[in-house]
């Protein structure tokens, strides 16, 4: 019988998640000008959460250079005097300088047909009005989608099954990744050949590689 | 009589007018005349002219202009024994028509953007009441959130679950006033039995005395939705409060006896028709007895609840009760909703 076994995201080697460390060790910068949108900083921080807020923008740089691991950002009122007027110019920028920083749109203007890019170009959304249980468990969400290389193959997944990719094509795609955490191989160029032939959406493309790039760098760090 | 329809102006295929009854028998010589060999003039296999106007993105299809006599017409037109319209005329009923269609989007897209506003204006002060609410829990013993609740009174709990409950209400109003920002976000793991939770804890203010809710069942599993599935459940839950009758139970139950969770809402109000189970679904539409009922309601919850459940590739079950009973004069019985999410 031939020896093979299917290799798989779940069976790689990864250490244990312990949530009270993450907490301590993944940065969050909170931006918006209104105090009243986001619960008390001082809440998250008695349980263990590494929290920081500003009113706006007050170093872009800082922000660029990947200084922080989340970023809660507003969309008005968060520029500063120089550089971006508004939040979805930030974002932008945030975007093409890093595009694997995590960013946490965070409006209550979720209705508005301008701000579609905003809530788009996020990793995640964040509506006002919240209440800090919900403020919580987004932020326990993205903490653990950091932290864990599972969750980048869950979206990795749900992205190429929504274009109709098959189980077959996804269990190459799954087992190329594999391979490269294996080898620690964190170059996009196979990935992205191996993903451009399933699906014809670019933009579906670029995140899947992304998403896949963020992966095998991650697993590979923890193997 | 004014149709929308795209691909009718081709004039392949033309639809036949209801109310033409003198072509069913003889040849209709009503467009003998210049107007039907004009442009954007189609006969239909009846002898209806046919006017077709198009814009940029859709084409109305004007059928059977009828009769002269009861129109603005010159005086000279109404002599004409013949249903014959000058084109131009036909030009000024299009033109003003289209006019309408447009003043009445225009109209419709203003109200929009003026319910968005006022919704945006609200927010702070929404905003300032949420953290007034959790300031007097903060000041309690605990490590987290979760404990100085527990440690909190009783009237200090219920005034963060009734800002809780404003807080979902904004949310709600958000998603029936433009349903497509439903499509925003992404999956994440979901504690529904912990939403369903929250959500009975601030609904049991909002029922009074007089309606009890009974949260039955357990489950730790967090399937992956979409933020929106608070709105789902939220609706439903709120649903079963508004049409459900004093002194009689709303039981509530969330279980995972698969790889879903089922939550399930029961409860004892005006019946809904076995052939209105698709209807209530529908933009705009109510039952029967749920009119009867309460004249409150626009019969928009359902239908943004349905679009929920089918993004997750979900639908959401509704059973009509077997039996009722008449109060005032409405049958009420056992409605159930329950929707799977997995």
């Known amino acids: 019988m031939w020896p093979f076994k299917k290799r798989t995201i779940a069976s790689l080697p990864h250490k244990r998640l312990d949530m009270a460390k993450l907490k301590q060790t993944t940065s969050i910068v909170v931006i918006d000008d209104d105090p009243n949108a986001f619960p008390e900083v001082s809440t998250f921080r008695a349980e263990g959460y590494n929290i920081t807020e500003w009113r706006k923008v007050e170093s872009l740089s800082q922000l660029e250079s990947a200084a922080f691991d989340i970023i809660v950002l507003d969309v008005t009122g968060v520029a500063g005097k120089w550089g971006p007027k508004d939040g979805l110019e930030i974002l932008r920028l945030l975007k093409d300088a890093n595009p694997r920083q995590y960013i946490i749109a965070f409006s209550g203007q979720r209705s508005v047909h301008q701000l579609e890019e905003f809530w788009k170009l996020a990793d995640a959304q964040m509506k006002k009005p919240v209440t800090v249980s919900d403020c919580k468990r987004k932020l326990d969400d993205a903490i653990e989608e950091l932290a864990n290389i599972e969750h980048y193959w869950v979206k990795i997944r749900e992205r190429l099954q929504s274009c109709g990719v098959s189980e077959k094509k996804l269990a190459q795609v799954e087992d190329q990744i594999v391979r490269q955490v294996e080898l620690g191989d964190t170059s996009p160029g196979k990935i992205r050949t191996l993903i451009a032939s399933c699906v014809e959406n670019e933009k579906v493309q670029n995140l899947a590689v992304n998403l896949a790039v963020k992966l095998i760098t991650a697993g590979a760090a923890a193997l | 009589m004014v149709s929308k329809a795209g691909d009718l102006a081709a004039g392949s295929i033309l639809p036949i007018h209801p109310t033409c009854r003198t072509c069913d028998h003889k040849k209709c010589r009503a467009f003998h005349g210049n107007a039907s060999t004009n442009l954007n003039v189609l006969k239909c296999p009846k002898g209806l002219n046919c006017f077709a106007h198009k814009d940029d993105k859709e084409t109305v299809v004007f059928i059977g202009l009828g009769d002269p ?100 209400m904004i949310d709600i109003q958000h998603d029936l006033v433009r349903p497509e920002t439903i499509l925003h976000g992404e999956r994440s793991s979901t504690p529904i039995y912990e939403m369903v939770d929250r959500f009975v804890r601030s609904f049991r203010l909002l029922a009074g005395p007089h309606k009890r809710i009974r949260l039955e069942g357990q489950s730790y599993r967090r399937p992956r939705c979409f933020d929106s599935v608070a709105t789902l459940l939220f609706i439903i839950l709120h649903n079963a409060i508004k049409y459900s009758i004093e002194n009689q ?48 309601g626009s019969g928009r919850g359902l239908y943004v609840a349905h679009m929920i459940a089918q993004k997750h590739g979900t639908y959401i079950e509704c059973t009509p009760p077997h039996h009722t009973v008449d109060y005032d004069g409405i049958p009420c019985g056992t409605n159930t909703f329950a929707v799977r999410l997995y």
Not at chain 2, 95 to 101: E, F, G, K, P, Q
Not at chain 2, 121 to 148: C, D, K, Y
Not at chain 2, 263 to 288: H, M, N, Q, W
Request: proline share 4%; glycine share 4%.
């Open chain 2, 249 to 296: 139970e709303i039981v509530i139950r969330v279980n995972d006896p698969g790889n879903y969770v089922e939550v399930s809402i029961e409860s004892y109000g005006p019946a809904i028709r076995k052939e209105e189970l698709d209807l209530v679904f529908t933009a705009g539409a109510r039952g029967r007895h749920a009119r009867e009922f309460t004249t409150e």
């Open chain 2, 69 to 168: 006599s009861r129109v603005d017409l010159p005086r000279s037109f109404s002599r004409h024994r013949e249903y014959v319209v000058a084109p131009d005329i036909v030009r000024q009923w299009i033109l003003r028509t289209t006019h309408a269609i447009d003043h009445a989007h225009l109209v419709m897209t203003e109200d929009t953007e003026r319910a968005i506003q006022g919704l945006h204006n609200i927010q702070p002060a929404v905003n300032m009441v949420l953290r007034a609410a959790e300031r007097p829990i903060n000041m309690h013993a605990g490590s987290t959130f979760e404990q100085r609740l527990d440690a909190s009174t009783q009237a200090e709990r219920d005034l963060y679950y009734a800002a809780n409950l404003l807080t979902w």
